[in-house]
């Protein structure tokens, strides 16, 4: 199936509307790809938030080469090695 999302959102104090297209091998039900759109973006802006205000991706000035992709994927390793530590509780 073939789906669109109208989104809106407000940056800035401004509205913003953004038309996603998404192909699929979902049933045609449009609930069932609302629900898997949400959890799409919900898994994808809770990475962001934690690559960004754990490693602070945003702030990195890496421009040569490769080095945005490296370090992303060095930043990736490492997140995903800290989610399965499991021998140290804290808080």
């Known amino acids: 199936m073939v789906g669109m999302v ?3 959102r407000i940056v800035d104090g401004k509205g913003k509307k953004e038309i996603r297209y998404y ?3 979902l049933e045609n039900d449009a609930k069932v790809f609302a629900q898997a759109v949400r959890n799409h973006w919900s898994i994808k802006n809770g990475l ?4 960004d205000v754990a490693f602070q991706e945003d702030e990195s000035r ?7 992709a490296n370090l992303s994927l060095v930043r990736h390793i490492a997140l995903n090695l800290l989610k399965q530590e ?4 804290l808080v």
């Open 6 to 8: 109208e989104a809106e």
């Open 23 to 25: 192909i699929s091998s």
């Open 48 to 51: 962001h938030w934690v690559l």
């Open 62 to 68: 890496a421009r040569i080469g490769n080095s945005q």
């Open 86 to 89: 499991k021998s140290k509780k």
